[in-house]
């Protein structure tokens, strides 16, 4: 950039009930839909454990991304946070790890999508259906900001109700006997059970990764992340209790479609359709965020030169970078159209866990006087994304690990290429 040229900027608009709504889009997707499976067939009757330990974990993290935000109110999460008070090295890694695990994330948010409305378009390849809805998400993100949150904020409201409907209409049939076995997996299975769930939690950073577009950050943020995690936490106890007393942990770890699938166990006939219809709604708010925080990320890389100044421009008048939403988007649509849902889950888990772990360091080096929570919470968040990270299988670590060998690759080409 030129001398004299300002760095280009995003206009604040988002308030505080726009910002949970934001965290709790970008929170109750697929993790309410299929990670409570998946970590219930993993771990047994255990996994109310792992949805607290998974909250705690959460919590710790999002305490860590509320006090950063405060300070520094900028898009780009733990990307910003890590290159100022880490070194640029690290902040690049966060960076380029959020974006794949967003990226493989939105891909299993289409493919839970489809898993759940398949009943609701017979003969439509489940595939279809899932690119159907990320053209959507696309399409809505390019109408701006303000567009895009009331939208997320009706679909939200609409999805917490289906959900609260969903747990009212099984715990009448709930079984305690269906909690058996509670520890399937050990204490290992336990914490990938946890890890899973972590993913389920982890859009509460998401008005942090947006920060640059919400109303005073130094505010809103401190309380909207502690009060969209409260929201979460609790709606996800409810529904493992419910499912797990429905399907039992054999039920939950076989069924693509779990919520749906107890719906069915308890001989409720409206339940399954109204299950479709909030998959079909959550899907869809948390790809709208998912491409938000998506292409805002890669604005704020490509306006401190780590992605190719194409992200950074900002489109007229609406005031999005229209090139990240386009790009990303694209993206999203080959992975949705490519990738299998397990692997997916747990290369974005693992992914994630890296990316908050920095993002508690991050906090761990602000100056006393801009602390806004006593040290030992990002020490206790970075020790416990580190534990249950070293949980997955050996599989998931390499295959992240060559991802950082390729982002290194590229930003030491790209840092040479500027010289």
Same mark, same amino acid.
Request: charged share 10%.
């Given at each position: 950039?030129?001398?004299?040229?300002?760095?280009?900027?995003?206009?604040?608009?988002?308030?505080?009930?726009?910002?949970?709504?934001?965290?709790?889009?970008?929170?109750?997707?697929?993790?309410?839909?299929?990670?409570?499976?998946?970590?219930?067939?993993?771990?047994?009757? &255990?996994?109310?454990?792992?949805?607290?330990?998974?909250?705690?974990?959460?919590?710790?993290?999002?305490?860590?991304?509320?006090?950063?935000?405060?300070?520094?109110?900028?898009?780009?999460?733990?990307?910003?946070?890590? &290159?100022?008070?880490?070194?640029?090295?690290?902040?690049?890694?966060?960076?380029?790890?959020?974006?794949?695990?967003?990226?493989?994330?939105?891909?299993?948010?289409?493919?839970?999508?489809?898993?759940?409305?398949?009943?609701?378009?017979?003969?439509?390849?489940?595939?279809?259906?899932?690119?159907?809805?990320?053209?959507?998400?696309?399409?809505?993100?390019?109408?701006?900001?303000?567009?895009?949150?009331?939208?997320?904020?009706?679909?939200?409201?609409?999805?917490?109700?289906?959900?609260?409907?969903?747990?009212?209409?099984?715990?009448?049939?709930?079984?305690?006997?269906?909690?058996?076995?509670?520890?399937?997996?050990?204490?290992?299975?336990?914490?990938?059970?946890?890890?899973?769930?972590?993913?389920?939690?982890?859009?509460?950073?998401?008005?942090?990764?947006?920060?640059?577009?919400?109303?005073?950050?130094?505010?809103?943020?401190?309380?909207?992340?502690?009060?969209?995690?409260?929201?979460?936490?609790?709606?996800?106890?409810?529904?493992?209790?419910?499912?797990?007393?429905?399907?039992?942990?054999?039920?939950?770890?076989?069924?693509?479609?779990?919520?749906?699938?107890?719906?069915?166990?308890?001989?409720?006939?409206?339940?399954?359709?109204?299950?479709?219809?909030?998959?079909?709604?959550?899907? &869809?708010?948390?790809?709208?965020?998912?491409?938000?925080?998506?292409?805002?990320?890669?604005?704020?890389?490509?306006?401190?030169?780590?992605?190719?100044?194409?992200?950074?421009?900002?489109?007229?008048?609406?005031?999005?970078?229209?090139?990240?939403?386009?790009?990303?988007?694209?993206?999203?649509?080959?992975?949705?159209?490519?990738?299998?849902?397990?692997?997916?889950?747990?290369?974005?888990?693992?992914?994630?866990?890296?990316?908050?772990?920095?993002?508690?360091?991050?906090?761990?080096?602000?100056?006393?006087?801009?602390?806004?929570?006593?040290?030992?919470?990002?020490?206790?968040?970075?020790?416990?994304?580190?534990?249950?990270?070293?949980?997955?299988?050996?599989?998931?670590?390499?295959?992240?690990?060559?991802?950082?060998?390729?982002?290194?690759?590229?930003?030491?080409?790209?840092?040479?290429?500027?010289?």
């Amino acid at each position: 950039m030129t001398e004299g040229q300002r760095a280009p900027r995003l206009v604040r608009r988002v308030g505080l009930i726009e910002a949970i709504a934001v965290a709790l889009g970008a929170m109750i997707g697929a993790g309410v839909y299929v990670s409570i499976g998946e970590a219930g067939g993993i771990t047994g009757g &255990s996994l109310v454990i792992a949805v607290l330990l998974g909250a705690g974990v959460a919590v710790l993290s999002g305490l860590s991304a509320a006090e950063l935000g405060a300070n520094d109110p900028r898009a780009g999460g733990a990307y910003q946070f890590a &290159s100022r008070l880490v070194h640029p090295l690290v902040g690049f890694v966060a960076g380029w790890l959020f974006l794949v695990a967003a990226l493989a994330a939105g891909a299993t948010f289409a493919l839970t999508f489809a898993a759940y409305v398949e009943p609701l378009l017979p003969g439509i390849p489940p595939r279809v259906s899932g690119i159907v809805v990320v053209l959507a998400a696309i399409m809505l993100n390019l109408l701006g900001v303000r567009p895009s949150a009331r939208a997320n904020l009706v679909l939200v409201a609409i999805n917490l109700s289906i959900l609260v409907a969903f747990v009212m209409m099984a715990l009448p049939s709930l079984m305690v006997s269906r909690f058996q076995p509670f520890l399937i997996g050990g204490v290992g299975g336990l914490l990938q059970a946890s890890a899973f769930l972590f993913f389920a939690y982890t859009g509460f950073a998401r008005p942090v990764t947006v920060a640059e577009e919400v109303l005073e950050p130094h505010k809103t943020l401190p309380r909207a992340v502690p009060i969209a995690l409260g929201i979460a936490a609790l709606l996800y106890l409810g529904v493992a209790v419910a499912a797990l007393g429905s399907l039992g942990p054999e039920g939950m770890g076989v069924e693509p479609a779990p919520l749906r699938a107890a719906m069915v166990a308890v001989g409720n006939a409206v339940g399954p359709l109204l299950l479709s219809v909030g998959a079909l709604i959550a899907i &869809s708010t948390v790809l709208l965020t998912e491409i938000w925080g998506l292409s805002r990320l890669a604005f704020a890389m490509a306006r401190d030169g780590d992605l190719p100044a194409w992200f950074a421009q900002i489109s007229v008048p609406r005031h999005i970078p229209r090139n990240g939403v386009l790009t990303t988007g694209v993206v999203l649509l080959i992975l949705s159209s490519a990738l299998d849902l397990r692997p997916a889950l747990e290369v974005s888990s693992l992914a994630l866990l890296i990316y908050y772990g920095i993002m508690n360091l991050s906090a761990l080096r602000l100056p006393p006087e801009r602390r806004l929570y006593p040290p030992v919470v990002p020490a206790a968040g970075l020790l416990a994304t580190a534990l249950i990270a070293f949980s997955l299988p050996w599989q998931t670590l390499a295959a992240v690990l060559v991802v950082v060998i390729l982002g290194l690759a590229y930003y030491r080409l790209q840092r040479k290429s500027e010289l």
